[in-house]
C-alpha cells in the first residue's frame, strides 16, 4: 500500500501542545474561548476550527497519579466510511486524495444537519465537525497544501520529542514496528492502533481507553462495510420515494 503515514507515539509526548498550536497557525484557524474545566486540556474538544487536540487523561494506577497524552487527529482511514456516506446522501465534499491517501474535506460545500449527523456518525473516533453558520465540514488536511511542496505536516515539524513522524506508509509501519518492540520490552501492554486499516498510526503503552475513548476501534473493516454498502443502496432508497 502506498502513500503517506503519521505515527504518533504518546510514549515520545509531553503534551507540550506544540502541534496543536501550528496546527491553528498553519490553517489559519481562529483561537477557541474557553473556561477552566478542571483539566489541562484546552480546549475542550475538536471542532470545525481545531483540527488537532492534545487530549489530558488524569488517572490513577496502582495508587499513583498518572498522566495519559493523546494527540487526537483524524484517522485519515484508508477505507473511509465519512467519505461512503456522504456518498450514499449525494454529498461530493469528501475525498481520498490519490497520491497520499489523504481524506479531504471541501469546507465551502453546505451539509444539512441531518446529513451531517449521519455522516459523524459513521465515523467511529468521532472526527468530522461542522460549523452551524457555514454549514461547512471541517478536520486534519494532512497538510496537503505542505506535502506537495515537500514539506512535513505543521505538527510534525513543530514536535520537539520525536512523538509526531510522517512520511511514505511503507517507511513509517517499520519505524511503528520497531518502536513498538522497544516499548513492549517494558511496557507488556503496548500496542499500535488499527495499523492497518489507517493512516494516522498511534502507539500507546496501556489500555487504549486510558487516554480516550475513541482511541481504538475494534472492527474498523466492518464499519467501513456498512459505510460502502449504504452508498451503494441509497439510489434505490431515493428512487422509492418516488417509486413507492
Known sequence: MTGKSFFIDTTNCTACRGCQVSCKQWNRNPGTKTIQRGSYQNPEDLSFA???????????????LRWYFFADQCRHCVEPPCMYTAQSLGYKSIIRDEKTGAVLYDPKVKVKAADFKQIKESCPWDIPRRDEKTEGMAKCTMCIDRIKEGLLPACVKTCPTGAMNFGDRAKILDMAQKRLKEVKAISPKSQL????????????????????????????????RLAAIKKLIQPFVNLSHFTG
Do not use: C
Open 50 to 64: 481545531t483540527f488537532k487536540l492534545v487530549r489530558f487523561s488524569e488517572l490513577e494506577v496502582n495508587g499513583q
Open 193 to 224: 492502533l488499527n495499523a492497518e486499516t489507517h493512516r494516522t498510526i498511534f502507539l500507546v503503552a496501556d489500555d487504549p481507553q486510558k487516554y480516550h475513548k475513541f482511541a481504538l476501534v475494534e472492527d474498523p473493516n466492518g464499519i467501513t
